[in-house]
C-alpha cells in the first residue's frame, strides 16, 4: 500500500491570503490575539504553537493562496502585526482558470458563502482580504462549544458554521450579544440534545 503523502508546507505572507467564506466569529479572533500576546512574552512556545498550528491553504490562479482552515489565526495574526507564518498547502490549483478554479473549489466544499443571518451570497461576495471578514456571534458561540468539549473537531470542512446555524435557530441574539457566557451554557447542554445528532464532531455521551 502506498504511502500518503503528506500536505506540502510553506511559508507566506499574510497579507496575500484569501478568505473562502463571508464571516467569522470575532469574539474568537480577540481570544486568539490574546493568547499570541501572552506567548510573546514566551517565544519558544510562541514558534511552537504557531508551527503545530498551521493555516491550511488552496493556491489559486495568480499566485492567490485561499485560507480552508483557521481563518480566525490568520485574522489574529495580521492583527498582531505578523507578516508571515506557516501554511499547509492542501492543493495546488494554480494552474487551473478562475472558472475552473472556483468550480473545484465548490465541488470540493471549500468554499463557504453564507453570512451572518444564514443568507447565501454569490461568489463575487467573498471578502478580497481577512481584514475585511465580517462577523457572526453565533460562529464565536460555536467555536467556545467546542472549545468546552461540547463537540469534536473534525476535518469536515466549515463544521462548526454547522453548529453556529444550529444555535442560531435556538439562542437568541440579543442573548447573546449581552451575556455570552450564559448562551455558551445554554449551547453547551444543547450541544448533547438529539437534534443535533447528525451535526459533524457530535459527542455520543453515555447515560449516567
Wanted: aromatic share 8%.
Amino acid at each position: 500500500m502506498a504511502e500518503a503523502k503528506s500536505p506540502r508546507r510553506a511559508n507566506i505572507p499574510l497579507e496575500q491570503l484569501r478568505p473562502t467564506q463571508i464571516t467569522v466569529g470575532m469574539l474568537q479572533v480577540k481570544h486568539k490575539r490574546k493568547r499570541l500576546r501572552a506567548l510573546e512574552k514566551r517565544p519558544c512556545e510562541l514558534v511552537e504553537f504557531i508551527l503545530e498550528n498551521p493555516i491550511r491553504v488552496v493556491l489559486g490562479p495568480a499566485h492567490k493562496a485561499y485560507v480552508i482552515d483557521r481563518h480566525h489565526l490568520g485574522l489574529a495574526l495580521i492583527k498582531e502585526n505578523f507578516e508571515t507564518a506557516p501554511m499547509e498547502i492542501e492543493d495546488d490549483f494554480s494552474a487551473l482558470s478562475e472558472t475552473a478554479f472556483w468550480k473545484k473549489m465548490q465541488a470540493r466544499r471549500f468554499v463557504h458563502l453564507e453570512d451572518a443571518a444564514g443568507k447565501r451570497h454569490p461568489l463575487q461576495s467573498l471578502p478580497k482580504s481577512l481584514k475585511r471578514l465580517d462577523d457572526d456571534p453565533y460562529r464565536s458561540l460555536a467555536g467556545f462549544v467546542r472549545t468546552a468539549g461540547g463537540f469534536h473537531k473534525v476535518p469536515t470542512p466549515y463544521a462548526e458554521f454547522r453548529w453556529a446555524d444550529y444555535f442560531r435557530s435556538r439562542i437568541d441574539e440579543e442573548l447573546l450579544r449581552s451575556h455570552f457566557h450564559k448562551a455558551l451554557t445554554q449551547a453547551i447542554a444543547m450541544a448533547s440534545h438529539e437534534d443535533a445528532a447528525n451535526l459533524p464532531g457530535y459527542l455520543i455521551r453515555k447515560p449516567k
